[in-house]
DNA sequence: CCATTATAATAGTGATCCCTATTAAATTAT
DNA sequence: ATAATTTAATAGGGATCACTATTATAATGG
């Protein structure tokens, strides 16, 4: 039971992490561009000059919120994938998560990493730098459990371990345009069944 | 050979069709809300109330920009797959022909529509549903597609021609998205390639 | 030449963008 | 109480947003 400590100065109107709560259900909404300070000063109750005593910039928001997020959903997802559950089962559960969370009831469609800042205007590049170092890195993570699954004899030697971590990378990216363009939780599930049909190891009819 | 028939009154400084083709780049590469008007009047070599003369305003535009690419890119395309090539090949040359259109060598990365306004501002929720419905077309084209290939024969009877068109168009989206991300064109057709294993009446190994 | 017609250019509009200099308020320490 | 400390609120800055009222220009028709 750890007391807040009460230190002296006025009182923090907004908690941090409440703060990063409401912004990224914004920008995970509408995007960055698409996001404005004043709309986010206005969900989170404050004023301008105290969203940027607490954190930084526009820009660094979005850093701390991609942070924030990633650490809070990311780590049930990735112990599915480092499992000793079969490769095949183990990638089926983790498309499944992945598609419960591009369509939770009360939270924005889609996903805020899987196809946020594509396009943007020359100023946010370095915005569009973050989303895409984070899709390579669980892309990466993706392949480097393929890897694992063929020294462990799971996937043939030969496996394309890249291109397979790529491709099922895709259907996590087509998941997450379809579900803001409204697809249905069971929708998207059909598609992860067909799409784990493409499996290395399987004869043609 | 038609004369461009010479009416009265001051020439027009820009052709349409150029226009809209400078048009069309620019929301390619940076979106609709990471385009401006600035960038557009701009990049066209025009004043802003000519763009509003010829074109009505942004959002028509983008609207104008869409119809024309579509009309221009589309038909050849179309062609592949309604032609009488055995579906499973018809369904690759079309998608290797959207992998050659998402890595062209001087155009923007990506498909203009595939992943275009997924996330924007409450007050583009129309541009969005024109990019929304233009996806649910292809996705639709790709159904009847199939459900022509079943009818005759190519496809098992009770195949399940909505998921597989969804299936593969979220490999088109997810090709999308990691040619914005800088993919190759060889790094899609190993894609796709895979992707293409995913197809009714396989046996399991 | 002059009138007519069609389009372009000038010069802005109010609103909103991201951000901040300054001042006010709310707490603890003495 | 008063001082010290910390945070919040007021008020607005300069730039850019999408867009337009007005004026100027360049062609043809008579």
Known sequence: MEQPVRKRGRPRVLDRD???????RLFWERGYEGTSTADLTKAMGINPPTLYSMFGSKEELYRQVLDFSIVRENSRRLEILRSNLPIHEALGLYLYDIADGDTQPDKPRGCMVSTAVLQHAEENA???RMTAALRETSMQTLKARFDRAVEEGELPAQTDTD??????GAIIQGMSAQACDGACNARLKRLIDLALTAWPGKRSA
């Open 163 to 168: 291109t397979l971590a790529r491709f099922y």
């Open 18 to 24: 409440v703060g990063l709560d409401i912004a990224a």
């Open 126 to 128: 370095s915005v569009a």
